[in-house]
């Protein structure tokens, strides 16, 4: 079963099945999946320089704008939780999920951001890091790794009334992150692996071949990739060169892209 991922185009649309909505009534204890289920979701450009999870976006018509700075921001509601059934998984910034850490997902806050938990009907606390999107279920507020629920007392119980407040940010620096380009600008796409860490081991080696890589996460109809880019070229003719060289080497699968 696959998570949601909000890396899509701009403006493109998919149907994806979407534990984060299944989060529902009741929430999958680890090793027991909920049935699977098709959410549309569209995420819409944005400005230019914005990072595809701070673009708004909209799942299964009910739109949402995520927030660009969340000093002092406070929210009531209810908290859920995952665990097995994504663990090992992508989040929304090309983490790996791990459900004994720390981390949380929301609907709207800045990945990256520091988020204080209270248990209200314990009074116990956690300090969780926002890495992912959900839950888009009414009244949800957060969605904790299994790791958070436990400290917070509330496996067993699924679903809890909870305060949240945000103690902080820290800057996201994932494999997404890339750096802004003046102009026009070639690159070449030499693979799109399955497989994070290989995804990262080419990207070092073309960094090493070309001075500039990068890695591109994004949702498909086929799955999810990493979509591994190298070089920045001023023409296309100098990309088309570096393409054939690459060819030479073992990479007969590279293309041509450009972006602004």
């Not at 969340?70 to 090992?88: I, V």
Request: aromatic fraction near 8%; include cysteine.
């Amino acid at each position: 079963m696959q998570k949601k991922h909000l890396f899509i185009a701009a403006l493109s649309v998919l149907v994806l099945p979407a534990c984060a909505l299944q989060r529902a009534a009741v929430v999958p204890s680890p090793g027991k999946a909920a049935g699977p289920s098709a959410h549309k979701v569209v995420v819409e450009p944005g400005s230019p320089g914005m990072l595809p999870w701070q673009r708004p976006y909209s799942v299964d018509g009910i739109r949402y704008v995520p927030l660009l700075k969340a000093d002092g921001f406070r929210e009531d509601g209810l908290a859920s939780w995952y665990g097995l059934e994504e663990h090992g998984k992508p989040t929304s910034n090309g983490e790996t999920y791990d459900m004994y850490k720390m981390t949380a997902a929301h609907k709207t806050l800045p990945l990256g951001s520091n988020v204080r938990v209270t248990n209200k009907s314990n009074g116990r606390q956690v300090t969780v890091r926002v890495n992912d999107r959900g839950p888009f279920v009414a009244e949800r507020v957060i969605d904790l790794s299994y790791q958070a629920a436990k400290e917070l007392d509330m496996v067993d119980h699924g679903v809890i009334p909870v305060a949240i407040e945000v103690v902080s940010v820290t800057p996201v620096s994932p494999v997404t992150d890339i750096a802004p380009i003046a102009g026009q600008i070639y690159t070449l796409q030499v693979a799109a692996l399955t497989d994070r860490d290989a995804a990262r081991s080419l990207s070092e080696r073309m960094q090493k071949e070309f001075d500039f890589s990068f890695i591109q996460p994004v949702q498909t109809e086929k799955g999810f990739f990493y979509r591994v880019h190298a070089g920045k070229f001023k023409s296309k003719a100098d990309a088309e060169a570096a393409k054939a060289s690459l060819a030479a080497k073992g990479f007969p699968d590279a293309f041509v892209t450009s972006r602004q």
